[in-house]
């Protein structure tokens, strides 16, 4: 059975921090593309990062540059994105994702909710 379990999401006040884990089961993840979404209230879902099969690779959203960092875990089966400096437009649902060839797997997300 394919679960990917989203973790570490919460409220933090702008400038602060967090870290998303993603943790897989059910397939063989390190042979995937690992990918984080996210979608706020009212907005379609966008790209956050990508990081390659290996970890070797990654790519980021343009806002995103600087400020988030994906990273993974094969032996673990995790996938992590740090957030720093966060901004109130940062709040969304942040999703966790797995993709290779036709196979697409999703998590059920996690809240973030940048606030004062």
């Known amino acids: 059975q394919v679960q990917l379990v989203e973790s570490g999401g919460g409220l933090v006040q702008p400038g602060g921090s967090l870290r998303l884990s993603c943790t897989v089961s059910?397939?063989?993840?390190?042979?995937?593309?690992a990918n984080w979404y996210r979608q706020a209230p009212g907005k379609e879902r966008e790209l956050v990062a990508t990081?390659?099969?290996?970890?070797?690779?990654?790519n980021y959203a343009d806002s995103m540059k600087g400020r988030f960092t994906i990273s993974r875990d094969n032996a673990k089966n995790t996938v992590y994105l740090q957030l720093n400096s966060l901004k109130p437009e940062d709040t969304a649902v942040y999703y966790c994702n797995a993709r290779k060839n036709w196979s697409d797997y999703w998590g059920q997300g996690t809240q973030v909710t940048v606030s004062s």
């Open positions: 990081i390659t099969s290996t970890g070797r690779g990654t």
């Open positions: 059910g397939f063989s993840f390190s042979l995937y593309v």
